[in-house]
């Protein structure tokens, strides 16, 4: 079966959700969100908070990227086949000048913007959207609250408009992970 619209409208609800968590608290944990297949046919989606403390540091990054094709395989185990997931988190930007492509000693020193990176895979593509988050001041929401009012704007490099490139990184591989811990089973 052929998932790409699925896919595409799990991309739009994602960024939306994410939005939307941006604006009730503020900020944003690191996110995965799962588009899962029930065994009814029926398409869904598994979302599971992550604590900031997993990304502070190199070691803790590792354990949650050897978490991510277990949490797969557990879903699939469930009859819910996993189609594509999400990694989804706030990061700071940092450009370097125009021709730069080493990252230079004082990089703590280079303008920064803050952004929400969500990177997607699924069985047959990886790829990677980066929002730069724009906080427009306070709004209330439906109960009168006030939260804050952020767009995110698609962020692109280069005269050309040009999305990032998604790298390879340690989120990535998730699915042939679950795949090989499906055939050891």
Known sequence: MNYENHIKEFKVANVQLMQYLLSKHGGLDPMIVVLVKESNEEMNVVAVPV???????????????????????????????PICFSFSSEAWLRKTPEGVTEVPDDWKDL???????STYESADESDMEVFEIIREGKMANENGDLIDAIVLRPYS??????????LKGRFQGAFQEMYKMKENE
Do not use: R, Y
């Open 51 to 81: 604590p900031g403390e997993f990304l502070e540091n190199d070691e803790s990054k590792d354990v949650l990227a050897t978490a991510i094709p277990s949490l797969l395989a557990m879903l699939a185990k469930q009859g819910k086949e």
């Open 111 to 117: 303008p920064k913007i803050e952004c929400m990176i």
């Open 157 to 166: 490099i280069g005269e050309n408009g040009e999305k990032p490139k998604a």
